[in-house]
């Protein structure tokens, strides 16, 4: 039986990784981009996340992208599982002396176990979050809207909450700081000019981005308003 022209070779499968890999970096800019709106905890500062909540689930084209992002978190990660076994697979014999230091990083080594971490903390933060403002039932704000900045204020709360929401920031970091640059780098964009650039913004964003996002909680934990 022939193989899938989808996820036949590993080149093609880390074409995918990279592909997606590079959609949901631009997701975490736009979805950084909203919650950074929790910092206000003033009357007005709730009624606009709750609008922003709402437009955010019932704007048609937003609603069809959101598709699009479930099914390339769920490829992703099955794709990255697929490449981890198949590189297990072609060494199954680790090397009795590995020099991995002097080539890579170590978190580089370990992108499967830190995407599974990812990949638990998402359900999780749905489960949590996406599904209660869908079914859950929630109360309206005073504008008629979801409430769910209550919801999020009092998750955040709680210390052992906050705490596994910062350490889940620091295994995207260092996914990014791998996962940024070999997506280009998959697609065979490498250049000696603009390469170094490349790098530079992968660390960029792979600090910058989930250090705003820890921020989120351990501000409104300090700051409860």
Not at 91 to 107: D, I, L
Request: proline share 4%; net charge positive.
């Amino acid at each position: 039986m022939a193989r899938s022209a989808l996820l036949g070779s590993s080149l093609t499968k880390k074409y995918w990784m990279a592909l997606t890999g590079l959609f949901l970096c631009l997701f975490l800019v736009v979805h950084l981009a909203g919650n950074l709106q929790l910092l206000d905890a003033s009357p007005e500062g709730r009624l606009k996340f709750n609008a922003y909540a709402k437009f955010m689930t019932t704007f048609p084209l937003i609603k069809v992208v959101s598709y699009l992002l479930y099914f390339s978190i769920l490829f992703h990660a099955f794709d990255g599982i697929l490449l981890t076994m198949q590189n297990r697979k072609a060494r199954p014999v680790r090397y009795v002396k590995e020099r991995s230091s002097t080539n890579r990083t170590w978190y580089s080594g370990q992108m499967g176990l830190l995407g599974a971490l990812l990949l638990v903390f998402i359900v999780l933060h749905m489960k949590h979050f996406w599904y209660r403002m869908h079914w859950g039932g929630l109360p309206l704000d005073s504008a008629g809207n979801t409430d769910l900045f209550t919801v999020v204020a009092e998750a955040y709360r709680s210390p052992v909450y906050v705490l596994l929401y910062v350490l889940s920031m620091a295994v995207l970091a260092f996914h990014l700081l791998h996962g940024f640059q070999s997506a280009f780098q998959s697609l065979g964009l490498n250049h000696p000019r603009y390469t170094p650039v490349i790098r530079n913004v992968g660390v960029f964003f792979g600090v910058v981005v989930p250090v705003l996002f820890a921020l989120i909680p351990v501000w409104m934990f300090a700051f409860p308003g």
